[in-house]
Nanobody
């Protein structure tokens, strides 16, 4: 069974930075793309960023492009999300997800395992 455990969330002022981590276990981490999604109260879960299995390709939502960076360390079975220049509208629960075999995309339906989420709150 795959387990994904996020950490690194918290409260930060606008303009600040946070680094989220997601530790994975249960299947060959280096064989799967990984993604980050977020969900604010009353809103649907939305795509944030994704990275392919080797860490060579990444893709971002327009809302975070240039501010967030996704990366992975396959030796540590961990994916990261570096978030800079944070804005109040980035406030959400952030979820790590592992893609289905051979998938690399922005749809929730392309991911079959999810973490429990970590809260990020950005104050103005």
């Amino acid at each position: 069974q795959v387990q994904l455990v996020e950490s690194g969330g918290g409260l930060v002022q606008a303009g600040g930075s946070l680094r989220l981590s997601c530790a994975a276990s249960g299947r060959a981490f280096s064989s799967y793309a990984m993604g980050w999604f977020r969900q604010a109260p009353g809103k649907e879960r939305e795509f944030v960023a994704t990275i392919d299995w080797a860490g060579r390709r990444s893709y971002y939502a327009d809302s975070v492009q240039g501010r967030f960076t996704i990366s992975r360390d396959n030796a540590k079975n961990t994916v990261y999300l570096q978030m800079n220049s944070l804005k109040p509208e980035d406030t959400s629960v952030y979820y790590c997800a592992q893609a289905k075999p051979a998938y690399y995309g922005i749809s929730r339906h392309e991911y079959d395992f999810w973490g429990q989420g970590t809260q990020v709150t950005v104050s103005s």
